[in-house]
C-alpha cells in the first residue's frame, strides 16, 4: 500500500520545493487564464475563500498566543523598540497623504458619479473623534468578542495584559503557552503553503466577476491612486528605510513587497495578512518580542494606503464641485487622512468608509460623499488590493527598520549569525542591515 503513495508523496515533496513565489506565480496564470476562458465555473472561486477563511480563523489565535508567550517570558529590561515603531507608523501614514495631496495637484481629478452603486446601508463615522472613540472601545472589549471577531486591538489588549500577569506563573506553565504557540504558527506555516491555490481562486473570482471593462472609465483615477502608492513604496519607504539602517534600502523594501505585499494583494485584507507578515519577520531574523506586537498592531493603525486613498478621494471630489482647496487646507486634510487611515478596519474596503469624514473637511455634504464612497468600491479591485499590499509591506519593513536601526547602535547586543533557511536574497537584507 506504502508503494501506491509513493509517486503522490513525491509529486508534493517537488512540489513544495519550488520557491512560494514561483508558485504563487503559477498560481496567478492559471487563475487569469480560467477567469477569461471559463469565467461561468464559480467553483473556483471556494478556492480563494477557503484560503482566506483560514488565514483569518488562525491569525487571532496566532496573535493572542504568540503576544501572551512572548511577553509572560520577557526577560527584564529587554528592548522591543516598539516606541519607534509606532512613530515610524504614524510618520508612514503622514508622508503617504502628503504624497497624495502633491499628486492630486500635480494631476487634478474629477469624478463621473454611479447612479447604480448601493451605499444606502452604508453608515461611515461621523468625525475623527468617533474614530478615536471606536479604537479605545475596541481595546476593552470582552476578550472572547475580541477573538471571534478579529478585534486586533481588543486582541493585542488582553494579550499584554495577560502576558505580563503570567511573568510570575511557573514554568511548566510558560512551556504550555510556548507549545501552543509553536503549534499555531506550524498550522500557519501549512496555511500559507496553500498560497498558490488560495490566489488562482481570488484571482479567478477578480477577473470572472470583474472582468476589465470595468476599470476603464475611471483610469485616470486609477493611475493616480496606484502611481502614489508606488512612489510611497518605492520612493519614500526606502528614504525612511535609508535613514535608519545608512545601507541600500532596496533589498529590505524588496523583500517586504515579495514576500508580504503579493499575497496581502489578492487577500485584500491586513488581518488576514498577519500570519504571513510573521512569518517574513522570523525569516529575516527580526525579534519575536518586537513583531508579536507591532505586526498585528500594524495591522490596524500603520495604513499607508489609507491615507492616500483617503486623501486622493477627497481632493477628487472638491475637483468635480468646483472647491478651491488652498495648501493650508490640504495639510490639515494630510493629518486628518493620517489619523483617520489609523482607524479603518483591516479588512476589504475599510478605508473606503472614512471619505465622508475627510469630504467634511470641504463642507462636502453627505450624500455626495457617499456617491464618492461608490466610486471607491467599483475601483476597489485595484484600488484596494494596492493598498493592503502597501500597508501589509510596510507592517515588516517599520519594524525591521526599527530593529535594524538598533542593532546598528548597539551591535553588542544582537547575534551577528544570521537565522538558519534563509533563502540568499533574505540573507543579503540581513547582511546589510547590521553590518
Known amino acids: 500500500m506504502k508503494k501506491n503513495f509513493n509517486p503522490v508523496i513525491n509529486v508534493i515533496k517537488k512540489w513544495n520545493s519550488i520557491s512560494l513565489i514561483k508558485r504563487i506565480i503559477c498560481g496567478l496564470i492559471v487563475g487569469t487564464i480560467l477567469g477569461l476562458a471559463v469565467p461561468q465555473a464559480s467553483a473556483i472561486s471556494i478556492l480563494g475563500n477557503l484560503f482566506v477563511g483560514a488565514l483569518r480563523g488562525v491569525a487571532p489565535l496566532l496573535v493572542f498566543f504568540l503576544v501572551m508567550s512572548a511577553l509572560s517570558q520577557m526577560r527584564k529590561g529587554q528592548k522591543t523598540n516598539m516606541t519607534f515603531i509606532v512613530m515610524l507608523y504614524m510618520l508612514g501614514n503622514l508622508l ?77 506553565t510558560k512551556r504550555a503557552l510556548e507549545n501552543i504557540s509553536d503549534a499555531i504558527a506550524t498550522a500557519v506555516k501549512w496555511i500559507v503553503n496553500c498560497a498558490p491555490f488560495g490566489i488562482l481562486g481570488l484571482i479567478f473570482t477578480t477577473i470572472s466577476e470583474q472582468g476589465l471593462n470595468v476599470l476603464l472609465d475611471y483610469g485616470m483615477l486609477i493611475l493616480v491612486l496606484v502611481g502614489t502608492m508606488l512612489f510611497v513604496a518605492l520612493i519614500m519607504n526606502p528614504l525612511v528605510t535609508f535613514i535608519c539602517t545608512r545601507k541600500n534600502p532596496f533589498p529590505l523594501v524588496f523583500t517586504c513587497l515579495k514576500d508580504s505585499g503579493i499575497t496581502a494583494f489578492f487577500t485584500r485584507s491586513s488581518a488576514a495578512n498577519i500570519p504571513v507578515n510573521m512569518e517574513l519577520c522570523k525569516k529575516l531574523g527580526l525579534s519575536e518580542d518586537t513583531y508579536a506586537i507591532s505586526i498585528p498592531l500594524g495591522a490596524t493603525v500603520n495604513m499607508a494606503g489609507a491615507a492616500v486613498t483617503i486623501s486622493t478621494m477627497a481632493l477628487a471630489a472638491a475637483n468635480t464641485l468646483g472647491i478651491q482647496v488652498d495648501f493650508l487646507t490640504a495639510i490639515i486634510l494630510c493629518v486628518l487622512s493620517a489619523l483617520s487611515a489609523a482607524g479603518a478596519s483591516g479588512v476589504a474596503g475599510g478605508s473606503l468608509l472614512l471619505i465622508p469624514l475627510a469630504c467634511s473637511l470641504f463642507g462636502i455634504p453627505n450624500d455626495i460623499a457617499m456617491q464618492v464612497v461608490g466610486v471607491g468600491f467599483i475601483v476597489g479591485v485595484i484600488q484596494d488590493s494596492c493598498e493592503t499590499a502597501l500597508n501589509s509591506s510596510t507592517d515588516v519593513l517599520y519594524t525591521a527598520c526599527a530593529e535594524f536601526r538598533d542593532r546598528r547602535k548597539h551591535p553588542e547586543l544582537y547575534t551577528t549569525n544570521a537565522p538558519s533557511g534563509e533563502n540568499q536574497g533574505q540573507s543579503e537584507v540581513y547582511a546589510n542591515s547590521v553590518k
Open 96 to 172: 503617504a497623504a502628503l504624497s497624495a495631496v502633491l499628486a492630486s495637484y500635480i494631476f487634478p481629478i474629477t469624478l463621473t458619479f454611479s447612479k447604480n452603486t448601493n451605499t444606502a446601508d452604508i453608515a461611515p463615522p461621523s468625525g475623527v473623534t468617533e474614530v478615536l472613540t471606536n479604537l479605545l472601545m475596541n481595546v476593552v472589549d470582552n476578550p472572547v468578542n475580541a477573538l471571534v471577531n478579529a478585534n486586533y486591538i481588543g486582541i493585542l489588549a488582553w494579550a499584554v495584559i495577560l502576558g505580563l500577569a503570567l511573568k510570575k506563573a511557573g514554568d511548566g
